[in-house]
């Protein structure tokens, strides 16, 4: 994995603008995103076991609001097909078993669309569901995916 050159641009993407409108990232974004993932300091790892490991960023003073990142290692599957099978909905539906429902609602650009994503979540736990801005852009030898959610006037079947 290329190291990206140290930036004094504020760090992590920029998706929002306001409260209701969202920009979709561009290049400067991914690099700072992949950045920030490559970023030890200020992060606390929380988990590591069997080639997944957590970390937890507190976000506020007060300690309420938190980043996660997570790492997994997939030793067999070369980052692009592990990128391709995650752009593919259709499969996912066939690999993912606790996936509802997901479909697209609209493609913004050549790498960012907006989607519907409903998934099972275990007990107690309701089941929950999401519209998201997804982008997408493969950097050298990393493939990066962000998603962010989002409000979009489109129905969607929500109510879990």
Not at 112 to 130: M, T
Not at 149 to 157: G, L, T
Request: contains cysteine; proline residues 8%; negative net charge.
């Amino acid at each position: 994995m290329e190291k990206p050159a140290a930036s004094t641009e504020p760090q992590g993407p920029r998706p929002a603008l306001g409260r209701e409108s969202v920009q979709v990232p561009d290049d400067q974004d991914f690099r700072s995103f992949r950045s920030e993932c490559e970023a030890e300091v200020g992060w606390n790892l929380t988990y590591s076991k069997a080639g997944v490991s957590v970390w937890v960023q507190a976000v506020e003073m007060d300690r309420t609001l938190h980043k996660i990142k997570c790492r997994m290692e997939c030793c067999d599957v070369p980052a692009e097909t592990l990128y391709d099978v995650l752009h593919d909905i259709e499969y996912r539906k066939k690999w993912d078993s606790n996936v509802i429902e997901t479909f697209d609602i609209a493609r913004l650009t050549v790498n960012a669309d907006v989607g519907y994503y409903s998934w099972r979540c275990p007990k107690p736990l309701k089941n929950r569901d999401v519209i998201t801005l997804r982008s997408w852009l493969p950097m050298g030898a990393d493939y990066i995916i962000m998603n962010y959610s989002v409000k979009h006037p489109a129905p969607y079947p929500s109510g879990w």
